[in-house]
């Protein structure tokens, strides 16, 4: 598939790009060189290949959620601008 001039200005046109004439040329010749290599990966022989899910069998590790009680109350609010009732007071933010 050969990729026209009017194709990669209706491309730059959707994605709010603005092309200038000399760049039009490299623009065609890389997607052509794109739209050639999914071309190749679409047509790799893959019969008699097993499933593969992922690369490797790892999987996310997580932590037991565990609460905790922090002792320093006061380390932790010295530095808030406002504090109420022990504990942060932030502006309003909802209506």
Known sequence: MKISKEEILHIAKLADLELEENEIEKYMLNLQDILNFANIVNNAPVDNLDITIGAN????????DEIK????????????PSK????????????
Request: no cysteine.
């Open 57 to 64: 069998e790892k999987k996310n590790v997580f932590r037991k």
């Open 69 to 80: 009680v922090f002792e320093d109350n006061e380390a932790l609010l010295q530095n808030a």
């Open 84 to 95: 109420e009732l022990n504990m942060f007071k932030i502006p309003k933010v909802i209506n």
